[in-house]
T-cell receptor, first 114, second 117 residues
Framework: LAKTTQPISMDSYEGQEVNITCSHN???????ITWYQQFPSQGPRFIIQ???TKVTNEVASLFIPADRKSSTLSLPRVSLSDTAVYYC???????????????FGTGTLLAVQP | ETGVTQTPRHLVMGMTNKKSLKCEQH?????MYWYKQSAKKPLELMFV???????ENNSVPSRFSPECPNSSHLFLHLHTLQPEDSALYLC????????????????FGPGTRLTVT
């Protein structure tokens, strides 16, 4: 069963750039890589999604190497309010079909300090 | 209302009770999901509905019974639960593109915090 791997936690300071990497060895050909943010006692919130190379939006950037076996979420100039758990999400080709099994990573707890 | 709503937000029930969780999405999506999130564990996918048809049942015990009467509403019926079923239950929705590319841009509700006593 494929799974994703992320660091359990990361520390940062306000104003710094933070990079969180996720490993996903069995990503499916047609699948996208998606990152979510979750605050305590709330549902996850979609941050960014990409298929290959680099994607950027108003919140973050996503870097994906050519083999797509990993991805890096980059948060520019973090603030205290960015303290949350960050999950990466990819499809699992083991199950195939139009709806691949959805597997969230273990999540990375980002703690931003003043 | 907009987005994905869930009721109730908090629920305490005994092991012999029967209760239901409700989810409603106002986004016009065609897929809905139930997830379970226990303390310090990753989200666990429980059920998936595409176009009101259940396409995924992730080996969930039969004491959890989903129902999807239409593409906007999703229920999770609970009966004879165990204390280890206490968790945050999250509903989500998405729009499947059917173009061969699976998009996992899902929109989550706030969750129901369930405590089984």
């Amino acid at each position: 069963l494929a799974k994703t791997t992320q660091p359990i936690s990361m520390d940062s300071y306000e104003g710094q750039e933070v990079n969180i990497t996720c490993s996903h060895n069995n990503i499916a050909t047609n699948d996208y890589i998606t990152w979510y943010q979750q605050f305590p006692s709330q549902g996850p919130r979609f941050i960014i999604q990409g298929y290959k190379t680099k994607v950027t939006n108003e919140v973050a950037s996503l870097f994906i190497p050519a083999d797509r076996k990993s991805s890096t979420l980059s948060l520019p100039r973090v603030s205290l309010s960015d303290t949350a758990v960050y999950y990466c999400l990819v499809g699992d080709p083991v199950y195939g079909g139009a709806t691949n099994k959805l597997i969230f990573g273990t999540g990375t707890l980002l703690a931003v300090q003043p | 209302e907009t987005g994905v709503t869930q009721t109730p937000r908090h629920l305490v029930m005994g092991m012999t009770n029967k209760k239901s969780l409700k989810c409603e999405q106002h986004l016009g999506h065609n897929a809905m999901y139930w997830y379970k999130q226990s303390a310090k564990k990753p989200l666990e996918l429980m059920f998936v509905y595409n176009f009101k048809e259940q396409t995924e049942n992730n080996s969930v015990p039969s004491r959890f019974s989903p129902e999807c009467p239409n593409s906007s509403h999703l229920f999770l019926h609970l009966h004879t639960l165990q204390p280890e079923d206490s968790a945050l239950y999250l509903c989500a929705s998405s729009q499947d593109s059917n173009t061969g590319t699976t998009s996992y841009e899902q929109y989550f509700g706030p969750g129901t915090r369930l405590t089984v006593t």
